[in-house]
């Protein structure tokens, strides 16, 4: 089956440093990525969609510049968090679809990420 | 856009009985499908069952079946045979068929199994 991965699984970082979070598809190709956010006992809001070698898209309200996405290379996504702030702790989670799923629902979750943000 | 509500926040159900969790949803699409998830402690989201929205017939994947009611716009979850193993959040979803990228989550649903 297709297997996505993150890494770290949890990290904390003080207040105004960067952390970068990694979402990598395993025996897949993944042209596309998604990245989500889980707060607390809630559900699960789209942040952005990357597709490899272009710019992600973001959703509305999410900011650009904060969420830097990158997408360079068909395993792997990177989410990084900048100038970190504690309402920016979160569950983050990424999906991910490849070539060969042509199917729009075949995307695959990762584990998740949990930041804390001291 | 599509919308999709669970109404129940929380529930619990006795080891080995029934359980239905119920789903409601919204959609301008003509073709989507319906989805729901389970996510354990570990976070994991796991895919339990999926509904492509043009079959009548409902799914069903062992001890899980779905009631689709498309008319009603709804999608509960039937879960026999409860198992302490099925103890997690269960979320409700909607994607649409033919330019979906986007899932649609509803609040969940946080199951308990008691033994």
């Known amino acids: 089956g297709a297997v996505v991965s993150q890494h770290p699984s949890r990290v904390i970082c003080k207040s105004g440093t960067s952390v970068k979070i990694e979402c990598r598809s395993l025996d897949f190709q993944a042209t596309t990525m998604f990245w989500y956010r889980q707060f607390p006992k809630q559900s699960l809001m789209l942040m952005a969609t990357s597709n490899e070698g272009s710019k992600a898209t973001y959703e509305q309200g999410v900011e650009k510049d904060k969420f830097l996405i990158n997408h360079a290379s068909l395993t792997l996504s990177t989410l990084t968090v900048t100038s970190a702030h504690p309402e920016d702790s979160s569950f983050y989670i990424c999906?991910?679809?490849?070539?060969?799923?042509?199917?729009?629902?075949?995307?695959?979750f990762g584990p998740g990420t949990r930041l804390t943000v001291t | 856009a599509q919308t999709v509500t669970q109404s129940q926040p929380e529930m619990s159900v006795q080891e080995a009985e029934t359980v239905t969790l119920s789903c409601t949803y919204d959609?301008?699409?003509?073709?989507?499908?319906l989805f729901w998830y389970k996510q354990p402690p570990s976070r994991q989201m796991i895919l339990v069952i999926r509904?492509?929205?043009?079959?009548?017939q409902n799914a069903t994947e062992n001890r899980f079946s779905v009631n689709f009611q498309k008319a009603a716009k709804s999608f509960s979850l039937k879960i026999s045979d409860s198992q302490l193993g099925d103890t997690a959040m269960y979320f409700c979803a909607s994607l649409a068929g033919n330019t979906g990228n986007q899932f649609y989550f509803g609040t969940g649903t946080s199951l308990t199994v008691i033994p």
């Open positions: 509904q492509e929205a043009y079959k009548q």
């Open positions: 959609t301008s699409e003509s073709n989507y499908y």
């Open positions: 999906s991910a679809r490849g070539p060969g799923h042509s199917l729009s629902y075949e995307q695959y």
